[in-house]
């Protein structure tokens, strides 16, 4: 079995009730949008994850890993460290 290569990009995820902050995995080489454009993915894995409320900031989690639905996602954006 092969392994892929990945690279590793902070990004914020907003949804319509949480903020969350995290590390994605992405295939090496790729850009955070060819990851997102890729229409065979439905959910996207998180690791090292906060968990943030939106409407008043208040942390609701910090769990190791993570899986946020493509349909829950308002916007994704990479955040430098």
């Given at each position: 079995m092969?392994?892929?290569?990945?690279d590793?990009?902070?990004?914020?995820?907003?949804t319509?009730?949480h903020?969350?902050e995290?590390?994605?995995h992405?295939?090496?080489?790729?850009?955070l949008?060819?990851s997102?454009n890729?229409k065979?993915k439905?959910?996207y894995a998180?690791?090292?994850?906060t968990?943030?409320?939106?409407?008043?900031?208040?942390?609701v989690?910090s769990?190791?890993?993570i899986?946020v639905?493509?349909e829950?996602i308002?916007?994704?954006?990479p955040?430098?460290e």
């Amino acid at each position: 079995m092969a392994i892929t290569k990945k690279d590793t990009i902070r990004v914020m995820i907003i949804t319509k009730d949480h903020r969350i902050e995290g590390e994605m995995h992405i295939i090496q080489g790729a850009r955070l949008t060819d990851s997102l454009n890729s229409k065979n993915k439905d959910f996207y894995a998180i690791t090292s994850a906060t968990i943030h409320r939106v409407e008043d900031d208040r942390l609701v989690a910090s769990p190791p890993f993570i899986v946020v639905a493509r349909e829950a996602i308002s916007a994704i954006f990479p955040v430098e460290e």
